[in-house]
């Protein structure tokens, strides 16, 4: 697999598949076509990045089943689904099932390049925020029960003093503890700690 963020496009019309190739070209990431949505799924990699152009309306399996496999497998690839007679019904139906737009054939190719952009920022973001996310959780396992005391009341806005009140220690004794919890998570102050789980749950 592949880190560089990749187009993909799905287009059972080889001849649309490959101008749609040469298109996405443009923008300078790789491109991948296949001219069958099953094809498509049997190879796809939900960590690879990238963007999915897609066509509507295909033999056997078609786009909006392919779009509906894709979020049942939990991927969350971002979709331009493109359509040469596409009704409100089912451009509604793409939509919600996470298509970024659906553009209607014929369509001008600063347009295709503009939503192809957009969908391969929407992809860096998603992931980044995953990825924060799980950094996020990776740090706060390492604290221990008492510890995620500490950091439950910080997160409230309590002080050192009413921690210590509530907890029945002592005013060092808190320090002591939200020092070592504050290591752990490599936060160097309680900005970043708020930060850290602000991470966590976003």
């Known amino acids: ?9 799905v287009d059972d019309d080889e001849a649309v598949g490959r101008a749609l190739a040469s298109a996405g070209r443009l923008l300078g990431h790789p491109v991948r076509t296949f001219t ?14 990238g963007c999915l152009v897609l066509d509507m309306r295909m033999p ?10 894709l979020a049942d497998s939990g991927a ?6 493109i359509s040469g007679h596409a009704d409100v019904r089912i451009a509604v139906e793409a939509m919600t099932l996470g298509a970024l737009t659906l553009l209607e054939k014929p369509f001008r190719l600063d347009e295709l390049l503009t939503h192809i952009r ?3 920022e929407k992809d860096r973001t998603d992931r ?5 996310t799980a950094d996020a959780d990776a740090r706060l396992a390492a604290l221990t029960a008492k510890e995620r005391e500490v950091l439950e009341m910080i997160a409230a806005g309590k002080s050192n ?8 220690l002592s005013v060092r004794a808190v320090e002591d503890r939200r020092a070592r919890l504050m290591k752990k998570v490599s936060a160097g102050s309680v900005a970043e700690l708020v930060k850290l789980l602000a991470g966590r749950v976003s």
């Open 1 to 9: 697999m592949s880190t560089e963020p990749t187009i993909f496009v």
């Open 128 to 132: 980044a925020a995953k990825q924060q």
């Open 76 to 81: 969350t690839i971002p979709v331009v689904m």
């Open 60 to 69: 056997g399996m078609t786009g909006l089943e392919l779009q509906r496999a």
């Open 36 to 49: 069958s949505a099953a094809a498509f799924l049997a190879e796809h990699d939900h960590d690879q990045p």
């Open 118 to 120: 957009r969908a391969l």
């Open 161 to 168: 003093r009413e921690m210590a009140d509530a907890l029945g």
